[in-house]
């Protein structure tokens, strides 16, 4: 099983930026995905971006597509969220996790098998 760390996250003004770690340990195979989840307060958690583990495949929820890029650093096991302009509605906990197999249609909680502690995000208005 991946265990999974996040890092990064913290109190920004809306139209601002911020950077998302997560740190990655066990063996990851190239055909696993690596993603982002939010839950916001009184909501559910839900998707907002997966990479896969070899190769450039992405996927991204609408509401965070050509505002967020996630991306990956195979040799030290990360993965990066860059969160650009963002609005109060990103405020969440992020949840970093990892599913064994990357489909763009495996966008769901369930779908994924490690998850990490997660780490706040506010954006203040």
């Given at each position: 099983q991946i265990q999974l760390v996040e890092f990064g996250g913290g109190l920004v003004q809306a139209r601002g930026s911020l950077r998302l770690l997560c740190a990655a340990s066990g063996y990851i195979f190239s055909s696993d995905a690596l993603g982002w989840f939010r839950q916001a307060p009184g909501k559910e958690r839900e998707f907002v971006a997966a990479i896969m583990w070899s190769g450039t495949s992405t996927n991204y929820a609408n509401s965070v597509?050509?505002?967020f890029i996630i991306f990956r650093d195979n040799a030290k096991?990360?993965?990066?969220l860059q969160m650009n302009s963002l609005k109060p509605e990103d405020t969440a906990v992020y949840y970093c996790a990892a599913d064994r197999q990357y489909s763009s249609s495996r966008i769901g909680v369930t779908d994924f098998g490690s998850?990490?502690?997660?780490?706040?995000v506010t954006v203040s208005s």
């Open positions: 597509k050509d505002r096991k990360m993965v990066y998850w990490g502690q997660g780490t706040q």
